[in-house]
């Protein structure tokens, strides 16, 4: 092993994820109780027993022991909303008056000076402190809250997906971009951030409500001009707005049908919840290889519905999971999980621990498109990772008495499990928050 870069070892119960379990089973995971991960310019470097890999690292090499807390990679969260951290918990609406009565109110104020920036500050503090190292993130309609979010996630080395809304009708003058704007300053954001440092773009028209044709025509032309471009945005979340994006649209075959028109349904394509799908649009997802994102605190406390997991299998096509704040009520991906499977016992499916952090880490890597660089702990990988303590709570240790092996150890972890299972995060090798601390990013 060369000398010439520091390296770093973490030594403690390493799991991670080589394929998927719901189809490859015990042979999709990888499981050492006492291995080491060899980190070296932020990259993986080695991983195996501990014992085997101790000898083979130079003299200098820092070694972290967090034995006996588990570590895996970092996980990720298909679908946020940065300007949403002080709509999250708002009371009694559905998703057309939340977004009318919390939801746009709370966004205009990015246009005030240095409150993206706190925003964005204060997002990526609770994501690393929650364990997800990353997202793919909606800023606001304002072309600076991108900037905000894209160099406050580069100035903390952070892997991150993110895209100023586009949105040029049914919402308020002040959050009203144009088809030339919204184009341009996408444009813009794609030139300056696409491919800088851990930086990526996602061309976001926020959904078909709120983009007129000649928006959602310039959004495609983004999408011809930068392929290696993420979209995100928004269908099928809630019956009043299907209505509306039909009624908007007469001439399309269904919602989906609308973004198809535009070629806005591919597979770089996160799209945001798909709880009320037809057939033709299971079948036009699986066609074009896009992503339906499954978002179970948001669809469960907007009362949208419940996302069709299995069905979403049968048909062929793959799924994120993913917070969705400010709709959705937590920034974990672990109480996130709780709720998924809830939602799925609710139609008589069911989420196996080993799927469901599969999901959060190597399955959300490869929906995004994105395994070859996060996800897992292969030899050259980005090492972003969480370091959890599956008894921090008093309940949890207490429960955690009767498990009878690892299987049934990780449900509880995924059913009990959140921020407060987090004992530290590392990005790029580095350390970047600790249990009970906010630790200011490093340097750079
Ligand atoms: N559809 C369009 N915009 C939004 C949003 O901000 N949140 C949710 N949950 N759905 C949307
Ligand atoms: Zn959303």
């Not at 070694?63 to 969260?77: C, E, N, S, T, Y």
């Amino acid at each position: 092993m060369s000398t010439g870069d520091a390296v770093r070892a973490l030594r403690g119960r390493l799991l991670w994820f080589v394929d998927d379990p719901h189809s490859a089973g015990e042979a999709a995971h990888r499981y050492l109780a006492d291995g080491l991960l060899v980190i070296e310019n932020g990259l993986i470097r080695a991983v195996g027993e501990a014992q085997a890999l101790l000898p083979t690292l130079p003299a200098d090499a820092a070694i972290v022991d967090h034995r006996p807390h588990l570590i895996m990679p970092g996980f990720i969260d298909a679908h946020l909303h940065m300007p949403q951290t002080q709509v999250i918990a708002s009371y009694g609406a559905q998703l057309m008056e939340w977004l009318n009565r919390y939801t746009f109110v709370e966004e205009q104020k990015l246009a005030q000076q240095g409150h993206a920036e706190a925003l964005c500050a204060f997002l990526l503090d609770e994501l690393l402190a929650s364990g997800t190292t990353t997202a793919a993130v909606y800023c606001s309609v304002h072309r600076r809250s991108a900037e905000a979010f894209f160099a406050e996630s580069h100035r903390r080395n952070t892997r991150m997906i993110a895209g100023k809304v586009m949105m040029d009708r049914n919402a308020p003058e002040a959050l009203r971009d144009t088809p030339e704007s919204g184009y341009a300053d996408s444009k813009a954001l794609i030139a300056r951030w696409h491919g800088r440092g851990r930086q990526l773009y996602a061309i976001t028209p926020r959904f078909a409500i709120t983009s007129s044709p000649e928006q959602m025509a310039a959004a495609q032309r983004l999408v011809a001009e930068h392929p290696d471009c993420h979209v995100q945005t928004h269908i099928d979340e809630n019956r009043a707005e299907i209505a509306f994006a039909r009624e908007l649209y007469p001439q399309a075959a269904d919602y989906a049908g609308i973004y198809e028109d535009y070629d806005l349904l591919g597979p770089r394509s996160l799209m945001g919840h798909c709880i009320h799908m037809e057939d033709r649009e299971w079948r036009a997802f699986a066609a074009h290889g896009a992503v339906a994102v499954f978002c179970p605190t948001s669809n469960l406390f907007l009362g949208s519905g419940l996302f069709d997991w299995a069905r979403a299998r049968r048909e062929g096509v793959r799924v994120a999971v993913a917070t969705d704040i400010g709709g959705g009520t937590s920034y974990s991906m672990l109480r996130t999980l709780a709720e998924a499977y809830k939602v799925l016992q609710l139609q008589g499916q069911t989420l196996p621990a080993f799927e469901a952090l599969h999901a959060i880490t190597r399955g959300n890597a490869v929906a995004l498109g994105l395994d070859h660089l996060i996800g897992s702990f292969e030899i050259g990988r980005e090492a972003d990772l969480v370091v959890l303590d599956p008894a921090a709570t008093r309940a949890m240790a207490h429960r955690l008495e009767t498990a009878r092996d690892l299987d049934e150890q990780l449900f509880v972890l995924v059913t009990l499990g959140d921020e407060r299972n987090v004992v530290a995060t590392y990005v790029a090798g580095e350390r970047v928050a600790s249990a009970g601390q906010r630790v200011a990013a490093p340097a750079r």
